[in-house]
């Protein structure tokens, strides 16, 4: 049995909720939900401990005070939500680890004993093991498999990440700025994951949300016929150097039995036409441009280039090792990537506990050069671990209904799909892997992303 363990009956796993952050980012969308679970767990009769395994505070998006006072601020803006923790932890045990968006957690003593003051348990540790049936349950948030978030001294208050210095400036000032919009939308940067799409998120906003309307509806019809117009500039350049000037003459045609408004689509492909044109005189300086700003950046060190890893092979990886090292080690949970999935690694399971934020999805119309569309979904979802009869580890995975926050305009919908439903985790599974000898090294089933 592995050293630290507890034993309980019943292990429930949450993760990832980054309640608090400046001005918009107090509001909690499932504050509601959030307190109702935990009145469920304070008025059950199991012999159950709750586990919450990193970024259950947004402690980096508080830039107005520092260190432990960030701790007030969070009981004075979620008063229901700390009486809840603290009447919950009377009867089941709340054990909580450091993420890296509540890393200070691990770096100030303070914080232990204030979070005793609620019933719920600071422990300090990248990880921590709980014994299930003849198993043991690792747990950990997963960030230091995450090269921009990974803790370099973890414990030490000023080895803060790179990612940390991105929240500070981007993610804390869009919390400040985000009610000055149209739509109150920056609030939600959170939830964009991976980070990378935050400049096609941003495009997505503007343009849908905060562009002006006139200016929006004039600029559409010119993007949804860009594609067109890219076959156009073909057939005229077919026309024009003699050799087919048929679909030329079959395009004129078409559009002459519209009248109008085949006139008015004659000057919109023509317009686009000549953009087409400006846009390849400048693609060859621009390309250059840009390629030579990157190599700059490179060799700065401030830009890496993707080694094409797909970015959760990484945490298969880290479970595939402590499964080695540890053959007791049955289940290995980790949070950060706000994708829940159940993964079979080698007849163990690999459990990520997703996010009680605001999930994106991101949908391309499906016509027309358009920026992207963001739909917005919940999943709030917690595992409850408990000893199978055989002694194996049985895996049940809840959803607390939330409706879907339905914030897409009607042009976004109307130029695209809606998007496809997730691919469902099972409600229930049953591991009991030999300890007698580790797992082997190969034979892992890729994971289905969510």
């Not at 909580?96 to 540790?125: C, K, W």
């Not at 959803?399 to 919908?413: A, F, N, S």
């Not at 496809?420 to 289905?448: F, R």
Request: no cysteine; aromatic share 10%; net charge negative.
């Amino acid at each position: 049995m592995a050293e630290g363990s507890r034993v309980t009956d019943t292990y429930y796993l949450v993760s990832d909720l980054h309640i608090g952050g400046d001005e918009q980012l107090r509001h909690v969308d499932f504050r509601e939900e959030l307190i109702g679970f935990l009145r469920d767990l304070e008025r059950g009769d199991e012999d159950a401990e709750l586990l919450i395994n990193g970024d259950a505070f947004g402690l980096w998006e508080f830039t107005e005070v520092e260190g432990p006072a960030k701790f007030d601020a969070l009981v004075a803006d979620y008063p229901e939500l700390f009486a809840q923790l603290r009447a919950t932890g009377e009867r089941v045990p709340i054990t909580l680890i450091p993420g890296n968006h509540d890393y200070e957690l691990a770096a100030h003593d303070e914080y232990v004993d204030r979070l005793a003051e609620y019933n719920v348990t600071l422990d300090q540790s990248v990880s921590i093991t709980r014994a299930v049936g003849d198993h043991v349950v690792h747990v950990e948030h997963g960030m230091q498999q995450d090269p921009n978030n990974r803790i370099p001294d973890f414990g030490n208050p000023y080895a803060n990440p790179p990612g940390y210095f991105v929240n500070r400036q981007i993610t804390s000032r869009a919390g400040r700025l985000s009610g000055r919009g149209k739509y109150n939308w920056l609030r939600d940067i959170q939830a964009v994951t991976p980070t990378t799409q935050i400049p096609d998120w941003l495009l997505s906003n503007y343009f849908y949300r905060e562009m002006s309307a006139w200016l929006r509806f004039a600029v559409v019809p010119f993007l949804l016929l860009f594609n067109t117009a890219l076959w156009y500039v073909g057939i005229v350049a077919l026309d024009a150097t003699g050799i087919w000037s048929l679909p030329m003459e079959v395009v004129q045609d078409a559009l002459a039995l519209f009248g109008p408004v085949g006139y008015l689509v004659d000057i919109v492909l023509a317009v686009n036409l000549v953009l087409v044109g400006l846009l390849g005189v400048i693609a060859v300086p621009l390309y250059v441009f840009f390629r030579d700003v990157r190599k700059t950046l490179r060799r700065f060190g401030l830009v890496r280039e993707s080694d094409g890893e797909d970015p959760v092979e990484k945490y298969l990886d880290r479970a595939r090792e402590i499964f080695r090292t540890d053959p007791a080690v049955a289940v290995y949970v980790y949070g950060h990537t706000h994708r829940p999935s159940t993964t079979d690694v080698d007849e163990r399971l690999v459990i990520n506990t997703g996010t009680w934020l605001k999930r994106l999805h991101r949908v391309d119309p499906v016509v027309g050069l358009l920026p992207p569309v963001y739909y917005a979904s919940y999943r709030l979802n917690y595992f409850r671990l408990t000893a199978a009869e055989d002694g194996g580890v049985r895996v049940d995975y809840e959803v607390v209904d939330k409706p879907d926050p339905d914030d897409e305009t009607l042009l976004q919908r109307l130029l695209t799909r809606t998007p496809e439903s997730e691919a469902p985790i099972p409600e229930t599974t049953v591991v009991d892997p030999p300890v007698s000898s580790p797992p082997p090294e190969e034979g892992a089933t890729e994971p289905v992303e969510k």
